[in-house]
């Protein structure tokens, strides 16, 4: 059974800056993902990293956030920068067993099955 573990959320100021970790017991070549999604909206993803490094992002945080995985740790980041009241969320990683898939599709959560618990981010002054 694979295990996806969010950590690093918070609460922070406008312009502040958090880094979420989650911690994956599957193998490092799934390719894998960070979604979000604020109260009355649907889920959306934000970020995307395939299992050979390549990545992709939503329009609304390119710039601002970085995905990266740490192989050895078995571990998903995401860096978000430059935070938004907008960026308020429950963000969540998700995970899928290798196959080919377009990069684009990355950002789609119905291409995932295994999912984390979530954590919470809060942008506000």
């Known amino acids: 059974q694979v295990q996806l573990v969010e950590s690093g959320g918070g609460s922070v100021q406008p312009g502040g800056s958090l880094r979420l970790s989650c911690d994956f017991s599957?193998?490092?070549?799934?390719?894998m993902g960070w979604f979000r999604q604020a109260p009355g909206k649907e889920r959306e993803g934000v970020a995307g990293?395939?299992?050979?490094?390549?990545?992709i992002y939503a329009n609304s945080v390119k710039g601002r956030f970085a995905i990266s995985r740490d192989s050895a740790k078995k571990t998903l980041y995401l860096q978000m920068n430059s935070l938004k009241p907008e960026d308020t969320a429950m963000y969540y990683c998700?995970?899928?067993?290798?196959?080919?898939?377009?990069?684009?599709?990355?950002?789609?959560?119905?291409?995932?099955?295994?999912w984390g618990q979530g954590t919470q981010v809060t942008v506000s002054s």
């Open positions: 990293i395939s299992g050979a490094g390549y990545t």
């Open positions: 998700a995970a899928e067993e290798p196959r080919p898939i377009a990069l684009g599709r990355l950002l789609r959560s119905d291409e995932y099955h295994y």
């Open positions: 599957g193998d490092t070549s799934y390719f």
